[in-house]
């Protein structure tokens, strides 16, 4: 993929830490310019150029995307990637969780994309890459706002890819399984036996371990690429054989 990425640009939110990190930091090895929103740098000084950006307000998004208009009027890829969880069922879920959750997860990928059109429009390969997950295909125990916010994720996917075609710009996403990431460490924190629940959670994807973020960051990367140009309204499982296999105990 050496030369695919080489002086294009791309926005990835939720890029100082996790897959967006990964995605970022694939980005710039590829020869990307790359533009990392987040709330905090992170890690990705030296990868990206850092914008302050919380996804969930329409007014950052809007100051965001004049900053990058201040560099260039064209956007290639968009990796939308910035997410937040929550961890209950429907009765443990509260009014203000939801509102929370799905204003950052769904609508914030959507502020974040119509604010990207009329970049990508300039690009020749426009191409957006939603980060989703296998809680919108696999009913998950305790994740009941997350699981329906990622489901409007990939809802959400089909339904830009179908209006964004005729202008020739590619919507897709990826469904990662459980990955090793920092969001999954503070959850496991959280619970009464870390170890134990980690064991739990690699044991029931079929690879027996945790997705990376490195492995994630690939497939996004593959959907991004201009070289995909007839791929478009494609959800890629990387969840570890998960939701497609069901072996023997």
Not at 154 to 183: F, Q
Request: hydrophobic fraction near 45%; include cysteine.
């Amino acid at each position: 993929m050496s030369a695919e990425f080489q002086g294009l640009n791309a926005v990835v939110t939720g890029a100082g830490s996790g897959i967006g990190l990964a995605v970022a930091r694939a980005l710039h090895a590829e020869g990307a310019r790359v533009f990392g929103l987040d709330l905090a740098q992170g890690e990705m000084s030296g990868v990206a150029t850092w914008i302050s950006c919380d996804v969930g307000d329409l007014d950052c998004v809007t100051a965001a995307f004049e900053e990058i208009a201040k560099v260039t009027d064209t956007i290639d890829i968009v990796a939308n990637n910035a997410g937040i969880g929550a961890v209950g069922s429907v009765e443990d879920s509260t009014e203000a969780e939801w509102q929370r959750v799905l204003n950052v997860n769904v609508v914030g990928i959507s502020r974040i994309s119509a604010a990207a059109m009329p970049f990508l429009r300039r690009s020749n390969s426009g191409a957006i890459v939603n980060t989703c997950s296998i809680a919108a295909t696999a009913g998950l125990p305790k994740r009941a706002v997350y699981s329906a916010s990622k489901g409007a994720v990939m809802s959400l996917t089909l339904a830009m890819a179908a209006d964004a075609v005729k202008e020739k710009i590619r919507v897709n996403c990826v469904n990662p399984g459980t990955a090793d990431t920092p969001w999954v460490e503070r959850l496991l924190s959280q619970a009464k036996d870390p170890s134990l629940e980690r064991q739990s959670l690699e044991a029931r994807q079929p690879l027996g371990r945790l997705v990376s973020a490195d492995e994630v960051a690939n497939a996004i990367l593959y959907l991004a690429n201009p070289r995909q140009a007839s791929t478009t309204g494609t959800i890629l499982a990387v969840d570890g054989g998960m939701q497609g296999l069901r072996l023997p105990k």
